[in-house]
């Protein structure tokens, strides 16, 4: 494979799977490459790299003669990555709290802040990942914080199809806790925020 179809290939996984997650690629609907590929003005090798990552993301799945369709939303998988955020996410942040750079604290605060003035629930959940993508961020873990950004995008999904008509502006006062926590380099107290926090996902 070459690096261009690479490049390529990741910008359409990134395009489609936001897609997906917000909705506007509905579950079950065929993703056929050879529309995609005039989409995106691209041959089928990049698509189909595309569509092998959506698979392995757990956004699409493959289908003997139908070839990859959008994963339909299942109770059980949404469980099961609630208790892998539950597990994963705190392991992370006591990695971090006490590695993280000004300029990542920074990234955090801004997202927080994000949170705070989003307008809608879209916006809400992407400054979300964003806060909670950046506190984990000095941990030193790639692979942990790539599986971590995986279940957090599934999540996503799941959240946007299920309460966005429930949403309400506010600022959320565990976020600026987990932040006042980081500021003062106190690991535990951080981290035990953050389990409360998870704790209220469904």
């Given at each position: 494979m070459t690096h261009q179809n690479t490049k390529k290939?990741?910008?359409?996984?990134?395009?489609l799977a936001a897609g997906i997650v917000r909705g506007e690629i509905p579950p079950g609907e065929?993703?056929?490459?050879?529309?995609?590929?005039?989409?995106?003005?691209?041959s089928h090798v990049p698509v189909r790299e595309a569509l092998l990552r959506l698979v392995a993301q757990g956004l699409a799945i493959s289908l003997p003669r139908r070839g990859v369709c959008v994963a339909p939303f299942d109770k059980s998988s949404v469980r099961e990555l609630i208790v892998m955020r539950k597990a994963l996410e705190p392991v992370a942040l006591m990695n971090?709290?006490?590695n993280l750079t000004r300029a990542q604290i920074e990234s955090a605060e801004e997202a927080r802040l994000g949170?705070?003035?989003?307008n809608s629930a879209q916006e809400w959940e992407e400054a979300n990942r964003d806060f909670h993508l950046a506190i984990v961020s000095g941990c030193g873990m790639p692979r942990l914080v790539e599986e971590i950004s995986?279940?957090?995008m599934l999540y996503a999904r799941h959240f946007l199809a299920q309460f966005s008509d429930q949403?309400?502006?506010?600022?959320?006062?565990?976020?600026q806790a987990i932040l006042t926590a980081i500021y003062a380099r106190d690991t535990d107290g951080a981290v035990e925020i953050?389990?409360?926090?998870?704790?209220?996902?469904?």
């Open positions: 290939s990741d910008q359409i996984a990134e395009l065929k993703l056929r490459q050879d529309q995609i590929a005039q989409d995106f003005q691209s971090s709290v006490l949170c705070d003035d989003a995986n279940l957090q949403w309400q502006k506010r600022a959320d006062k565990d976020h953050l389990r409360r926090h998870l704790a209220k996902l469904r």
